[in-house]
Protein backbone atom coordinates (compact mmCIF):
# COMPACT_ATOMS: atom_id res chain seq x y z
CA UNK A 1 0.00 0.00 0.00
CA UNK A 2 3.18 2.00 0.85
CA UNK A 3 4.10 2.71 -2.93
CA UNK A 4 0.69 3.79 -4.23
CA UNK A 5 0.83 6.30 -1.95
CA UNK A 6 4.00 7.33 -2.64
CA UNK A 7 3.69 7.86 -5.91
CA UNK A 8 0.47 9.36 -5.21
CA UNK A 9 2.62 12.15 -3.31
CA UNK A 10 5.05 12.61 -5.81
CA UNK A 11 3.00 13.20 -8.36
CA UNK A 12 1.47 16.07 -6.09
CA UNK A 13 4.74 17.70 -5.79
CA UNK A 14 5.26 17.26 -9.36
CA UNK A 15 2.27 19.27 -10.00
CA UNK A 16 3.04 21.62 -7.99
CA UNK A 17 6.46 22.37 -9.00
CA UNK A 18 5.96 22.71 -12.37
CA UNK A 19 3.80 25.09 -14.40
CA UNK A 20 0.61 24.31 -16.16
CA UNK A 21 1.66 24.55 -19.52
CA UNK A 22 4.67 22.50 -18.36
CA UNK A 23 2.71 19.47 -17.95
CA UNK A 24 0.24 20.08 -20.57
CA UNK A 25 3.13 19.86 -22.97
CA UNK A 26 4.56 16.60 -21.07
CA UNK A 27 1.37 15.13 -21.55
CA UNK A 28 0.41 15.65 -25.23
CA UNK A 29 2.58 13.12 -26.68
CA UNK A 30 0.82 10.58 -24.07
CA UNK A 31 -2.65 11.42 -25.38
CA UNK A 32 -1.31 11.09 -29.38
CA UNK A 33 0.07 7.76 -28.34
CA UNK A 34 -3.18 7.30 -26.90
CA UNK A 35 -4.27 7.78 -30.61
CA UNK A 36 -1.97 5.24 -32.00
CA UNK A 37 -3.41 1.57 -32.92
CA UNK A 38 -2.85 -0.87 -29.87
CA UNK A 39 -3.23 -4.75 -30.59
CA UNK A 40 -5.88 -6.18 -28.25
CA UNK A 41 -4.39 -9.84 -29.51
CA UNK A 42 -2.08 -11.05 -32.22
CA UNK A 43 0.35 -8.83 -33.99
CA UNK A 44 0.96 -6.53 -36.66
CA UNK A 45 1.58 -9.37 -38.95
CA UNK A 46 -2.00 -10.54 -38.09
CA UNK A 47 -3.97 -9.33 -35.35
CA UNK A 48 -6.63 -6.92 -34.19
CA UNK A 49 -6.29 -3.31 -33.27
CA UNK A 50 -9.10 -1.59 -31.06
CA UNK A 51 -9.81 0.46 -34.50
CA UNK A 52 -10.84 -2.75 -36.53
CA UNK A 53 -12.71 -3.57 -33.14
CA UNK A 54 -14.57 -0.29 -33.79
CA UNK A 55 -15.05 -0.63 -37.36
CA UNK A 56 -16.80 -4.29 -36.86
CA UNK A 57 -19.05 -2.73 -34.18
CA UNK A 58 -19.84 0.28 -36.55
CA UNK A 59 -20.65 -2.31 -39.29
CA UNK A 60 -22.99 -3.80 -37.06
CA UNK A 61 -24.83 -0.93 -36.10
CA UNK A 62 -24.94 0.32 -39.94
CA UNK A 63 -26.21 -2.97 -41.04
CA UNK A 64 -29.09 -2.80 -37.61
CA UNK A 65 -30.42 0.61 -38.15
CA UNK A 66 -30.97 -0.51 -41.86
CA UNK A 67 -32.48 -3.58 -41.00
CA UNK A 68 -34.84 -1.42 -38.51
CA UNK A 69 -35.42 1.35 -40.32
CA UNK A 70 -36.47 -0.93 -43.61
CA UNK A 71 -38.92 -2.80 -41.69
CA UNK A 72 -40.30 -0.02 -39.88
CA UNK A 73 -40.75 2.29 -43.28
CA UNK A 74 -44.06 3.63 -43.75
CA UNK A 75 -45.63 5.93 -46.36
CA UNK A 76 -45.90 8.49 -43.24
CA UNK A 77 -43.01 8.09 -40.87
CA UNK A 78 -44.18 8.00 -37.46
CA UNK A 79 -40.81 7.28 -35.26
CA UNK A 80 -38.83 9.97 -36.06
CA UNK A 81 -35.42 8.12 -35.57
CA UNK A 82 -36.89 5.97 -39.03
CA UNK A 83 -37.27 9.51 -40.29
CA UNK A 84 -34.33 10.67 -39.90
CA UNK A 85 -32.65 8.30 -41.59
CA UNK A 86 -35.34 8.48 -44.49
CA UNK A 87 -34.29 12.30 -44.75
CA UNK A 88 -30.81 11.11 -44.77
CA UNK A 89 -31.17 8.65 -47.39
CA UNK A 90 -33.04 10.70 -49.50
CA UNK A 91 -30.47 13.71 -49.42
CA UNK A 92 -28.15 11.25 -50.24
CA UNK A 93 -30.35 9.95 -53.05
CA UNK A 94 -31.48 13.14 -54.50
CA UNK A 95 -28.37 15.75 -53.36
CA UNK A 96 -25.58 13.77 -53.79
CA UNK A 97 -26.56 11.06 -56.43
CA UNK A 98 -28.91 11.93 -58.92
CA UNK A 99 -27.52 15.84 -58.83
CA UNK A 100 -23.76 14.85 -59.37
CA UNK A 101 -24.36 11.21 -61.39
CA UNK A 102 -27.19 12.13 -63.45
CA UNK A 103 -28.15 9.39 -65.54
CA UNK A 104 -28.14 6.06 -64.56
CA UNK A 105 -27.80 7.02 -60.91
CA UNK A 106 -30.12 5.00 -59.17
CA UNK A 107 -27.88 1.98 -59.27
CA UNK A 108 -25.38 3.45 -57.66
CA UNK A 109 -27.41 4.77 -54.50
CA UNK A 110 -26.84 1.69 -52.42
CA UNK A 111 -23.58 1.80 -52.62
CA UNK A 112 -23.48 5.41 -51.30
CA UNK A 113 -25.63 5.58 -48.90
CA UNK A 114 -23.78 2.78 -47.46
CA UNK A 115 -20.63 5.09 -47.37
CA UNK A 116 -22.07 7.72 -45.81
CA UNK A 117 -24.48 5.82 -42.77
CA UNK A 118 -20.83 3.86 -42.33
CA UNK A 119 -18.63 7.15 -42.12
CA UNK A 120 -21.26 8.94 -39.82
CA UNK A 121 -21.70 6.61 -37.65
CA UNK A 122 -17.85 5.81 -37.09
CA UNK A 123 -17.29 9.55 -36.84
CA UNK A 124 -19.84 10.07 -34.15
CA UNK A 125 -19.22 7.09 -32.19
CA UNK A 126 -15.63 8.51 -31.97
CA UNK A 127 -16.99 11.53 -30.01
CA UNK A 128 -18.09 9.13 -27.20
CA UNK A 129 -15.50 9.63 -24.07
CA UNK A 130 -13.91 6.22 -24.11
CA UNK A 131 -14.99 5.17 -27.80
CA UNK A 132 -12.87 4.86 -30.57
CA UNK A 133 -13.38 6.45 -34.16
CA UNK A 134 -12.41 4.09 -36.78
CA UNK A 135 -11.70 6.58 -39.31
CA UNK A 136 -9.37 7.91 -37.14
CA UNK A 137 -6.68 4.88 -38.12
CA UNK A 138 -5.19 5.92 -41.84
CA UNK A 139 -5.40 1.86 -42.49
CA UNK A 140 -9.46 2.09 -41.83
CA UNK A 141 -9.34 5.01 -44.43
CA UNK A 142 -7.29 3.30 -46.66
CA UNK A 143 -9.56 0.66 -46.99
CA UNK A 144 -13.06 2.98 -47.49
CA UNK A 145 -10.64 4.81 -50.38
CA UNK A 146 -9.96 1.26 -52.09
CA UNK A 147 -13.23 0.37 -51.99
CA UNK A 148 -14.98 3.70 -53.59
CA UNK A 149 -11.71 3.30 -55.60
CA UNK A 150 -12.45 -0.28 -56.92
CA UNK A 151 -16.28 0.58 -57.15
CA UNK A 152 -15.74 3.72 -59.69
CA UNK A 153 -13.09 1.98 -61.75
CA UNK A 154 -15.36 -1.02 -62.33
CA UNK A 155 -18.36 0.77 -63.12
CA UNK A 156 -16.46 2.76 -65.85
CA UNK A 157 -14.93 -0.26 -67.26
CA UNK A 158 -18.10 -1.91 -67.47
CA UNK A 159 -19.53 1.14 -68.90
CA UNK A 160 -17.28 1.86 -71.79
CA UNK A 161 -15.14 -1.35 -71.64
CA UNK A 162 -11.56 -1.58 -70.72
CA UNK A 163 -10.06 0.14 -73.77
CA UNK A 164 -12.45 2.55 -74.26
CA UNK A 165 -12.27 3.66 -70.32
CA UNK A 166 -8.43 4.05 -70.37
CA UNK A 167 -9.02 6.39 -73.79
CA UNK A 168 -11.63 8.65 -71.76
CA UNK A 169 -9.05 9.30 -68.91
CA UNK A 170 -7.95 11.87 -71.24
CA UNK A 171 -10.28 14.61 -72.51
CA UNK A 172 -11.41 14.70 -76.03
CA UNK A 173 -10.59 17.29 -78.67
CA UNK A 174 -6.82 17.86 -77.52
CA UNK A 175 -3.91 18.17 -80.35
CA UNK A 176 -2.42 14.76 -80.69
CA UNK A 177 0.79 15.54 -79.62
CA UNK A 178 -0.56 16.43 -76.28
CA UNK A 179 -2.69 13.31 -75.77
CA UNK A 180 0.22 11.61 -74.26
CA UNK A 181 1.31 14.05 -71.75
CA UNK A 182 -2.25 14.70 -70.30
CA UNK A 183 -3.09 11.49 -70.28
CA UNK A 184 0.12 10.90 -67.94
CA UNK A 185 -1.16 13.34 -65.60
CA UNK A 186 -4.87 12.90 -65.99
CA UNK A 187 -4.06 9.10 -65.05
CA UNK A 188 -1.83 10.45 -61.78
CA UNK A 189 -4.42 12.45 -61.28
CA UNK A 190 -7.04 8.71 -61.39
CA UNK A 191 -4.66 7.29 -59.07
CA UNK A 192 -4.10 10.00 -56.50
CA UNK A 193 -8.23 10.12 -55.70
CA UNK A 194 -7.17 7.48 -53.90
CA UNK A 195 -4.71 9.62 -51.30
CA UNK A 196 -7.12 12.43 -51.49
CA UNK A 197 -10.06 9.92 -50.37
CA UNK A 198 -7.89 8.17 -47.19
CA UNK A 199 -5.77 11.35 -45.97
CA UNK A 200 -8.79 13.99 -45.43
CA UNK A 201 -11.28 11.77 -44.04
CA UNK A 202 -8.62 10.42 -41.51
CA UNK A 203 -6.32 13.70 -41.18
CA UNK A 204 -9.88 15.84 -40.06
CA UNK A 205 -10.82 12.75 -37.50
CA UNK A 206 -7.79 12.72 -36.08
CA UNK A 207 -6.94 16.04 -35.52
CA UNK A 208 -10.14 16.25 -34.44
CA UNK A 209 -9.91 14.06 -31.89
CA UNK A 210 -6.01 15.54 -30.45
CA UNK A 211 -7.66 19.15 -29.89
CA UNK A 212 -10.39 17.65 -28.00
CA UNK A 213 -8.17 15.80 -25.80
CA UNK A 214 -5.82 18.46 -25.49
CA UNK A 215 -8.69 20.66 -24.29
CA UNK A 216 -9.57 18.22 -21.81
CA UNK A 217 -6.08 17.92 -20.66
CA UNK A 218 -5.87 21.14 -20.25
CA UNK A 219 -9.17 21.85 -18.18
CA UNK A 220 -7.80 18.93 -15.91
CA UNK A 221 -4.26 20.27 -15.44
CA UNK A 222 -5.01 24.29 -14.58
CA UNK A 223 -7.82 23.13 -11.75
CA UNK A 224 -5.31 20.45 -10.43
CA UNK A 225 -2.42 22.70 -10.54
CA UNK A 226 -4.57 25.20 -8.84
CA UNK A 227 -5.40 22.97 -6.49
CA UNK A 228 -2.40 22.14 -5.15
CA UNK A 229 -0.85 25.33 -5.38
CA UNK A 230 -3.85 26.84 -3.52
CA UNK A 231 -3.95 29.18 -6.23
CA UNK A 232 -7.54 30.20 -7.79
CA UNK A 233 -5.77 32.49 -10.27
CA UNK A 234 -4.24 29.44 -11.81
CA UNK A 235 -7.49 27.89 -12.19
CA UNK A 236 -9.84 30.35 -13.90
CA UNK A 237 -8.31 29.34 -17.33
CA UNK A 238 -9.38 26.38 -16.59
CA UNK A 239 -13.35 27.82 -16.98
CA UNK A 240 -11.82 28.96 -20.63
CA UNK A 241 -10.44 25.55 -21.71
CA UNK A 242 -13.95 23.99 -20.70
CA UNK A 243 -15.43 26.32 -22.74
CA UNK A 244 -13.55 25.77 -25.75
CA UNK A 245 -13.90 22.03 -24.83
CA UNK A 246 -17.80 22.39 -25.10
CA UNK A 247 -17.08 24.75 -28.38
CA UNK A 248 -15.02 22.48 -30.25
CA UNK A 249 -17.14 19.10 -29.62
CA UNK A 250 -20.12 21.12 -31.07
CA UNK A 251 -17.72 21.74 -34.19
CA UNK A 252 -16.26 18.34 -33.80
CA UNK A 253 -20.12 17.01 -34.41
CA UNK A 254 -20.54 19.16 -37.54
CA UNK A 255 -17.03 18.03 -38.98
CA UNK A 256 -18.23 14.25 -38.12
CA UNK A 257 -21.39 14.75 -40.74
CA UNK A 258 -19.12 16.97 -43.26
CA UNK A 259 -16.46 14.61 -43.42
CA UNK A 260 -19.22 11.85 -44.33
CA UNK A 261 -20.69 14.02 -46.60
CA UNK A 262 -17.66 14.89 -47.97
CA UNK A 263 -16.06 11.37 -49.06
CA UNK A 264 -19.49 10.39 -50.15
CA UNK A 265 -19.95 13.36 -52.57
CA UNK A 266 -16.31 12.63 -53.73
CA UNK A 267 -16.99 9.57 -54.67
CA UNK A 268 -19.92 10.41 -56.58
CA UNK A 269 -17.71 13.06 -58.83
CA UNK A 270 -15.68 10.25 -59.29
CA UNK A 271 -17.83 7.65 -60.74
CA UNK A 272 -19.88 10.54 -62.66
CA UNK A 273 -16.23 11.23 -64.55
CA UNK A 274 -16.07 7.17 -64.91
CA UNK A 275 -19.29 6.04 -66.39
CA UNK A 276 -19.73 9.65 -68.45
CA UNK A 277 -17.40 10.83 -71.17
CA UNK A 278 -16.18 13.91 -70.75
Not at 23 to 40: A, F, Q, R, T, W
Request: charged share 10%; with cysteine.
Amino acid sequence: MSEPVNESVNAAAGVAEKGAFELLGEEIPHLKGSLDPVYLFGSPSFGLTQFVLWMAICLLITFFVVYICGKKLTLVPKNKFVHVVEYGYEFIRKGVAEDIIGHGFKKHVPFLATIFFFIIICNFIGLVPGFFSATGAISITWALAIISFIYFNYYGIKTFGIGKYLKNIAPSGLPIVMVPIVWALEFLSLVLRLLTLAVRLYGNMFAGHMALGIFALATGIFLTTAIHNMDLLIGLPAVAWFALLIVFYALEALVAFLQAFVFTVLSAVYIQLATHEH
